[in-house]
Nanobody, 123 residues
């Protein structure tokens, strides 16, 4: 199983960016895929998740209203649309997947991880 995250880059504060995470080798259509981020010197932080059953999404309070997760189950891919970006959003963003479906907020609940993509927001 591989998760391939892409779409990171440098953006100015207030701008937008869209990340993608494509899973291969196993379907997560009934599982949960999620996004985390980790800034230097900080712990990995949950951002939001996508449950394949019912296309349900859920978010951390820190990004609710600015970030939107969506999914394309036919392509085993989830997206993270980020808007109104702030310098404090600068981090390496990781996608993760769990074969079982649920509202999982802890990194320990995900068995599969992508390699991470850097997002840098300049002020």
């Amino acid at each position: 199983v591989q998760l391939q995250a892409s779409g990171g880059g440098l953006v100015q504060a207030g701008g937008s960016l869209r990340l993608s995470c494509a899973a291969s080798g196993r379907t997560f259509s009934t599982g949960t895929m999620a996004w985390f981020r980790q800034a230097p010197g900080k712990e990995r932080e949950f951002i939001g998740g996508f449950r394949g059953s019912g296309y349900r999404t859920y978010y951390a309070d820190s990004v609710a209203g600015r970030f939107t997760i969506s999914g394309d189950k036919s392509k085993n891919t989830v997206f993270l649309q980020m808007s109104s970006l702030k310098p404090e959003d600068t981090a390496v963003y990781y996608c993760a997947a769990a074969y079982s479906g649920g509202y999982f907020y802890s990194a320990k609940q995900y068995g599969y991880w992508g390699q991470g993509t850097q997002v840098t927001v300049s002020s």
